[in-house]
């Protein structure tokens, strides 16, 4: 279809002129619409008009003689909440029968469309008050076919927008465009565009706007460079104008004009705005002028708020007059020869030469001046916009390069000088300096010595404090100097006791049973430590540890079931390869107990209560490789805890007690 890219965008905002005549359409004389014609977009054009609402317009064999006859894209005077009915008449030839087709349709408003009496698509909606719902276009048409070359009867059933605020683009009252189209050329050509179009415009808006945010930084760091900002603007706006380009094409709905267009409007304003201040940074002398042209800027875009029509007819002129300076002033530049006058000029002049040279092709087209084939060619027209977008930035780019090569070797230079003079300085000061730093890493050597020695000794300070106490006791005993006891209500205790420790000894000498316990409960340390227990002391070859202090723990019982687990595991495994090794028998209770530091030398923290010593009666009473444990303790696991009850065993001191014997945790 040949459509103008502009008119895709705003094709509201220029319409044709109306026909001074045009052929009558009726029943009787149909437009017969070609191949070739529905390939290309046939236009709707000279067609039946009545205002008014009656579902019976839309039958095909409806009266309509006494309808006005009007082009609909002619302009015409509308009332509010008026809906009106065009019916238009055409034939198809043998060749377009049984394909695909479809309508393109612009509008401002909603409508309707019936074929033959029946309603194939629904632009908007039309409705009573906040149920209207007004469209630009059909995005994607329905698709048709006509199985003959007969009559066939179009009415559209239109409700435009009139009244309401005023829209900054001047559209037609009737605001209605009607295109019968070949469904795979609409669909091949909307695909095309569509695709082609979103990945120019995006690229385009992508890459000004990255090069409009680096330039911005780069005036942020360095805010004497103010051509940064104003090329930054440049850059920005351009990125904003692709961006609402791309919203125009996309755009539906027509409450979305106002703002789409005031940000078009800024775009060029900030264009021109940032091209004359770059130029006059860099090449003008008179800083009123450049003053004058900015506050027109922002004077333009005042008056866009009172008069958008104004504002959009003065805006040329503002941007013709930028041109025009700042060509006179690269000009001059070059002239003169001042620096980067050929680097950022040439760049603005390739810029400014092509669009003459688009503008005089264009002229020598509408003149029908024969031109060369290649100059009209898309290949050509591609180019000279890539040219176009890449020309200035270039340009700057590479003053920027140049600048900076400028700059850098300005520096290097002024370093060689100041390395030369500094060099004498720099020797007489080398003997100071020495004899200076000499004495400085005596003392700084000294120093360190005594520091590492200072620090090595409070780590072992601290190691062994940590060895002694908790952790969080010993930080409190740091900090605070003492440490008071605490209560704890929820904890678990567990004893364990080697079986024939004594006669073991006599046995096998102390020596060697030393050994032995030492192992055993280096073992036991790691099996602490490994489930969060913490061990108390060491009472003769007993092992006395608890779990939830001084820090709470939910599962204290079970956590202490699983070490004594693992201790009666390691034992029997250290049976096998040592024939020494002692049996051993555990005890644990849950309940409550005071711990903490007893006297002030010699620090030892402890624990006492009743759950201690009842702790210490479960073991007395447990057999060997056995886990005996309360009913405390086994109310506690016995959901994740295989036990064995042992009935009520007497205990000393403390009655008949229900005892259990863990075996072995449940599997999941």
């Not at 094709?11 to 070609?34: D, M």
């Not at 669009?355 to 050509?380: K, R, V, W, Y």
């Not at 073991?504 to 602490?528: Q, R």
Request: glycine share 6%; aromatic share 12%.
């Amino acid at each position: 279809m040949k459509k103008n890219l502009l008119f895709t965008f705003l094709f509201f905002a220029f319409i044709a002129l109306q026909n001074l005549c045009f052929a009558q359409n009726s029943f009787e004389k149909p437009r017969i619409f070609t191949e070739k014609d529905i390939e290309s977009g046939a236009a709707i054009e000279e067609s039946k008009f009545i205002a008014g609402d009656n579902q019976a317009f839309a039958l095909p064999k409806f009266d309509d003689s006494a309808w006005e006859s009007t082009d609909i894209s002619s302009k015409k005077s509308y009332k509010k909440d008026q809906v009106y009915w065009i019916r238009y008449y055409f034939k198809i030839d043998s060749a377009s029968v049984n394909k695909s087709l479809c309508f393109d349709i612009k509008q401002i408003g909603a409508s309707e469309i019936y074929l033959n009496g029946k309603k194939i698509e629904t632009v908007g909606k039309i409705g009573k008050g906040a149920s209207r719902e007004f469209k630009i276009k059909n995005e994607l048409p329905e698709l048709f076919s006509l199985n003959n070359t007969e009559v066939n009867v179009l009415a559209i059933r239109f409700l435009p927008v009139v009244g309401g605020k005023k829209m900054i683009i001047n559209y037609s009252p009737i605001a209605l465009d009607v295109e019968l189209a070949s469904a795979k050329e609409f669909l091949d050509e909307k695909v095309e565009m569509t695709e082609g179009f979103n990945f120019i415009t995006m690229l385009i808006c992508g890459v000004f706007s990255a090069l409009g945010f680096i330039h911005l930084l780069l005036f942020l760091f360095y805010r004497k460079a103010v051509y940064n900002l104003y090329f930054s603007i440049y850059n920005l706006s351009i990125g904003l104008l692709s961006y609402m380009i791309l919203l125009f094409y996309e755009m539906d709905d027509p409450a979305s004009i106002d703002l789409y267009g005031f940000f078009t409007f800024l775009s060029i304003v900030a264009f021109g705005a940032s091209l004359t201040g770059f130029v006059n940074t860099l090449f003008g002398r008179s800083k009123i002028r450049l003053k004058v042209l900015l506050v027109i800027a922002a004077l333009l875009l005042i008056v866009f708020y009172f008069s958008a029509a104004a504002a959009i007819s003065t805006v040329f002129f503002y941007l013709f007059f930028v041109w025009f300076e700042s060509l006179y002033l690269i000009i001059r530049a070059m002239i003169r020869r001042e620096k980067s006058a050929y680097i950022v000029g040439g760049g603005i002049l390739t810029f400014f030469a092509i669009i003459i040279l688009t503008i005089i092709f264009n002229i020598l087209e509408s003149l029908n001046i024969a031109t060369p084939q290649m100059l009209s060619s898309d290949e050509f027209g591609l180019s000279l916009l890539v040219l176009v977008i890449v020309s200035f930035p270039i340009s700057i780019s590479a003053y920027l390069g140049w600048q900076f090569a400028s700059t850098n070797l300005s520096l290097v230079k002024q370093l060689d000088e100041v390395n030369r003079l500094s060099d004498v300085n720099l020797k007489q000061e080398q003997e100071k300096q020495q004899i200076l730093q000499n004495q400085n890493d005596l003392l700084e050597n000294q120093v360190n010595e005594r520091t590492q020695e200072l620090q090595k000794e409070k780590q072992k300070t601290e190691n062994l404090l940590l060895n002694i106490l908790p952790h969080e006791v010993a930080e409190e005993l740091k900090e605070n100097g003492s440490s008071e006891a605490k209560y704890y209500d929820e904890v678990t205790v567990l004893f364990t006791d080697f079986v024939n420790f004594t006669q073991s000894s006599e046995k096998l000498g102390a020596e060697k049973m030393l050994v032995e316990l030492n192992d055993c409960f280096t073992a036991f340390d790691m099996i602490m430590e490994k489930h969060g227990l913490e061990k108390i002391k060491t009472i003769g070859d007993a092992y006395l540890a608890v779990c939830g202090l001084p820090l709470k723990n939910e599962c204290h019982a079970y956590q202490t079931v699983l070490v004594a687990l693992d201790i009666i595991d390691f034992i029997e495994e250290r049976k096998k390869t040592n024939p020494n090794t002692l049996d051993i028998r555990i005890g644990i209770n849950s309940g409550s107990l005071i711990a903490g530091i007893v006297g002030v030398k010699k620090f030892a923290y402890d624990i006492w209560g009743d759950t201690v010593n009842t702790a210490a009666r479960m073991e007395q009473n447990s057999e060997k490789g056995k886990i005996n444990i309360s009913e405390t303790t086994y109310q506690l696991v016995k959901d994740k805890v295989h036990c064995e009850y042992r009935g009520k065993i007497h205990t000393k001191g403390k009655g008949d007690m229900d005892m259990y014997f863990a075996l072995e945790t449940k599997k999941d």
